[in-house]
Each structure stands twice: as structure tokens, then as C-alpha cells.
T-cell receptor
Framework: DTGVSQNPRHKITKRGQNVTFRCDPI?????LYWYRQTLGQGPEFLTY????????KSRLLSDRFSAERPKGSFSTLEIQRTEQGDSAMYLCASSPLASWELFFGEGSRLTVL | AQSVTQPDIHITVSEGASLELRCNYSYGATPYLFWYVQSPGQGLQLLLKYFSGDTLVQGIKGFEAEFKRSQSSFNLRKPSVHWSDAAEYFCAVGAGSGGYQKVTFGTGTKLQVIP
């Protein structure tokens, strides 16, 4: 399968713990996006990479959230000191240059107890 | 900043009936518009997109959408719904230039199909 891969698919953690999600985009896709989706809502933009450069980070994203894409391939999204309000599905998508189509992974569901 | 409104949270249609899902967007320039579908346990999949030209665009799975600039709308339609179309549908608007692009999604419409 050469689609977008996200791991882990489901993470349950206690409040205050740190969690990290990984996204492996479709190879050679230059653009990589992170979105967050809560129940009854559409995907909410978090951040966007073009190759290894993080070009935009949502103002809604607190300082507890950080994302990296060190070699322009896979990306990680880390949430420090998790809160119950962080419980959501975290979606990763990738896109080739000169294309607006986003290819989504199946998401990583976070449950904070 | 761009935004999308999907006024219908939930829609129920009978199998074989026609479908129209509403979408209104807000963006200062000519928008790039999309419809995505999300089936349970699966990632979002692009149904169709509008960039320019013919305002009626065809997509996969028999869906089509019409761009109406005067109404700031991009409604999704299907003439005859199949049970497998039950899913959540998201309208989205894209904005950007010079290689930068950002896609903003609406809140979604959940479609239920009854026999």
C-alpha cells in the first residue's frame, strides 16, 4: 500500500503525558498537512510543510503542539502535557507540488483520560 | 481568510432518490473548491474539484457539483443515491499563491441512506 500511513492508529493517555504521532506521506509528495478533527466537526487545519519547511502553523495551536518534518519525508506531531480537550482524531495529508488534491491517512485517534 | 458553511448537519434520503448537499464559501478571490467524502474508519477521499472553466464539474462515483459565483455556492448532487453513498461529506475551499496553499473544510454533512 503506497498511501499515507499514520501511527499509532489509536492512543490512550493520561492527562499531562506527552504523545507523538507519526505520518508517512506518499513518497515524493512535497506537501504535508496536519489537521485535527473532533466529533461533528470538519478537519481543522493545524500546520503545513513544504518539504522540510514548516510554512504555516495555526494560531489556534498552543505551544504544547509541535510538528517536524526533518528530512522532508515523514513527519511527527508531538503534544506535550496533554489535556482532555486534546482528545480528537489527528489527520495527516500529503500532496504533490502543483496539485491541490490532498491524500489523507486514516488518522490517529487520541483519547486523553 | 476563507471559510466554508455546510448548513445541513444530517440528511436522510431513500435509496434511488436524488441528493443535493449544500455548501457556501467565503473567499475574496476566485476560490478553488472541493468535495471530500469520509466513510467510517477511512480517510477522506476527494470526490471532485473546481478550479475554473465549466461551472458544472463531474467527479467520481457519479457525483457532480455546480459552482455559482453569484450565490457563493458549490452544491454537490447525485441523481440516484446508492446505499454505499452513506458517509460524511465535506466541502472545502483552497487558497494560496506562489506555491503556498491551504485547504479549509466545512463542518460536514452526514448522509444516511434508507432502503
Amino acid at each position: 500500500d503506497t498511501g499515507v500511513s499514520q501511527n499509532p492508529r489509536h492512543k490512550i493517555t493520561k492527562r499531562g503525558q506527552n504523545v507523538t504521532f507519526r505520518c508517512d506521506p506518499i513518497s515524493e509528495h512535497n506537501r504535508l498537512y496536519w489537521y485535527r478533527q473532533t466529533l461533528g466537526q470538519g478537519p481543522e487545519f493545524l500546520t503545513y510543510f513544504q518539504n522540510e519547511a514548516q510554512l504555516e502553523k495555526s494560531r489556534l495551536l498552543s505551544d504544547r503542539f509541535s510538528a517536524e518534518r526533518p528530512k522532508g519525508s515523514f513527519s511527527t506531531l508531538e503534544i506535550q502535557r496533554t489535556e482532555q480537550g486534546d482528545s480528537a482524531m489527528y489527520l495527516c495529508a500529503s500532496s504533490p507540488l502543483a496539485s491541490w488534491e490532498l491524500f489523507f491517512g486514516e488518522g490517529s485517534r487520541l483519547t486523553v483520560l | 481568510a476563507q471559510s466554508v458553511t455546510q448548513p445541513d448537519i444530517h440528511i436522510t434520503v431513500s435509496e434511488g432518490a436524488s441528493l443535493e448537499l449544500r455548501c457556501n464559501y467565503s473567499y475574496g478571490a476566485t476560490p478553488y473548491l472541493f468535495w471530500y467524502v469520509q466513510s467510517p474508519g477511512q480517510g477522506l477521499q476527494l470526490l471532485l474539484k473546481y478550479f475554473s472553466g465549466d461551472t458544472l464539474v463531474q467527479g467520481i462515483k457519479g457525483f457532480e457539483a455546480e459552482f455559482k459565483r453569484s450565490q457563493s455556492s458549490f452544491n454537490l448532487r447525485k441523481p440516484s443515491v446508492h446505499w454505499s453513498d452513506a458517509a460524511e461529506y465535506f466541502c472545502a475551499v483552497g487558497a494560496g499563491s506562489g506555491g503556498y496553499q491551504k485547504v479549509t473544510f466545512g463542518t460536514g454533512t452526514k448522509l444516511q441512506v434508507i432502503p
